[in-house]
């Protein structure tokens, strides 16, 4: 685990079955205690996780700061996929921007994937008043995305390093390990840490 880091947290869908989030919330092992997590809602056009009302429900009766994101495809109508979410998710004050999965490209040109990727963007800042958060690996960014998405939050996925991804680019989240566990979830879950203090990471939630 990272330990130049207070704030922690993990990402989960509904591969990790039954959460109990009481659980999740109380766990401390060595000052680490779980403060966020980011749930999966929705996918492409048509998808929605089958766990996401449950979680987003439960982590925040549990006190958990919770963030919804969405598993994107350049492949199909960015518009659609914004109204997939938008009727699955509602965000309140407190939680954080919505999330832009974007991961696989499908053999699309990196210029469609980055149109496809700024029309969902654009909406969600318009319908939320806050710049979403991208998330990805580093790979990925630096090959499709690039400097144009700069200005959005970044949580980026790499696993297994000591001290931070190994990248010049800003980022605010960093998702650091695949094989976490928690208690109250029975399978292994994505380990996160936030860069910056809790006071930080309620400027960035919805006001």
Same mark, same amino acid.
């Given at each position: ?34 403060? %966020?997590?980011?749930?999966?809602? !929705? ?10 009302? +449950? ?15 969405? %598993? ?5 109508? #960015? ?5 997939? %979410? ?29 149109? !496809? ?14 710049? *979403?958060?991208?998330? !990805? ?15 959005? #939050? ?10 931070? *991804?190994? +990248? ?18 029975? +399978? +292994? ?19």
């Amino acid at each position: 685990m990272p330990v130049n880091y207070s704030i922690h947290g993990i990402d989960v869908s509904k591969f990790q079955k039954n959460i109990n989030w009481s659980a999740v919330e109380q766990m401390q092992v060595d000052r680490i205690h779980i403060s %966020f997590a980011f749930i999966k809602a !929705t996918e492409g056009i048509t998808r929605q996780d089958a766990s996401f009302k +449950t979680n987003w429900q439960k982590a925040k009766k549990a006190g958990i700061v919770r963030g919804a994101y969405h %598993f994107f495809y350049s492949t199909r109508d #960015p518009l659609k996929q914004v109204i997939n %979410f938008q009727n699955v998710v509602q965000l309140e004050s407190g939680d954080l921007p919505p999330v832009l999965d974007i991961e696989v490209h499908n053999n699309q040109p990196a210029a469609v994937i980055r149109s !496809t990727a700024r029309i969902w963007l654009e909406e969600m800042e318009k319908a939320y008043g806050v710049k *979403p958060i991208i998330y !990805t690996n580093i790979h990925f960014y630096e090959t499709y995305l690039g400097e144009e998405f700069d200005k959005y #939050p970044l949580w980026l996925a790499h696993y297994y390093q000591k001290e931070r *991804p190994s +990248t010049k680019r800003q980022w605010l989240f960093w998702q650091h390990s695949d094989i976490g566990r928690v208690n109250g979830i029975r +399978t +292994t879950v994505d380990f996160n840490v936030f860069r910056g203090d809790s006071l930080a990471l309620r400027k960035l939630c919805l006001p």
